[in-house]
């Protein structure tokens, strides 16, 4: 894997993943306590806590994967000044 994003960018991807992360602490928390009692919850709790897992991987390893698949230029949702 080839780093594909700068220092800001990678600053932005490990704060984006400890958010996540603690959202996840928080559901889980609440789930816990029986307070949110839907199986849906789960749900939200797994894609939270591997979501945060996989940004800070790409934080670290300074590795986008939108950035690896679609070229800068090439896809609407990503600009150069990332």
């Known amino acids: 894997m080839q780093c594909n ?3 800001r960018g990678q600053a932005n991807r490990l704060k984006a993943g400890i958010i996540s992360l603690i959202f996840a602490v ?3 928390v609440l789930i816990y306590s029986n307070i949110l009692e839907s199986a849906t919850w789960w ?3 797994i894609g939270a806590v591997f979501g945060g897992a996989f940004t800070i991987f790409e934080a670290r390893a300074g590795w986008c994967i ?3 698949y679609f070229p800068v230029n090439k896809h609407p949702l990503i600009s150069d000044t990332e």
């Open 26 to 28: 928080i559901i889980g």
């Open 43 to 45: 749900y939200v709790l």
């Open 5 to 7: 994003i700068d220092a």
């Open 66 to 68: 939108v950035r690896a």
